[in-house]
């Protein structure tokens, strides 16, 4: 068994949505693989935060992004992010007001 290798290919509704340089994929620990407190979804934002948190020592992305990647509403991704903040996954390594950095 295969994956079609054109099934890789990044075909995007919307063309705002731009993978930053260098980006490769998730990467998703074991420990959160098997950890069932979280939903799938849940599973695949942290994912995608802790993946682009390593490329630029911080996670610069607004919720509008996060909620492209993850195919999920804004509202929907906020409300994963909040807990995820209340469970002390993630923490706000600065914030000015208008931009955050997770």
């Known amino acids: 068994m295969a994956i ?8 995007l509704q919307n063309e705002s949505f731009k993978l930053p340089e260098n980006y490769t994929g998730n990467w ?6 098997l950890d069932s407190r979280f939903s799938a979804i ?5 994912s995608v935060i802790y993946s682009l948190s390593k490329l630029r020592k911080g ?10 990647f993850i ?15 209340q469970l002390r996954i ?4 600065s914030f000015d007001g208008r931009k ?3």
């Not at 195919?71 to 903040?85: E, F, M, P, Q, V």
């Not at 993630?90 to 390594?93: A, F, P, Y």
């Open 42 to 46: 849940e599973k695949d934002l942290i």
């Open 71 to 85: 195919c999920s509403s804004i509202s929907h991704t906020a409300g994963i992010i909040s807990k995820l903040r």
């Open 59 to 68: 996670c610069y992305a607004s919720n509008e992004y996060l909620s492209n």
């Open 4 to 11: 079609r290798p054109d099934f890789l290919e990044i075909e």
């Open 28 to 33: 998703t620990p074991v420990r959160l693989v």
């Open 90 to 93: 993630i923490e706000d390594i």
């Open 100 to 102: 955050r950095k997770i």
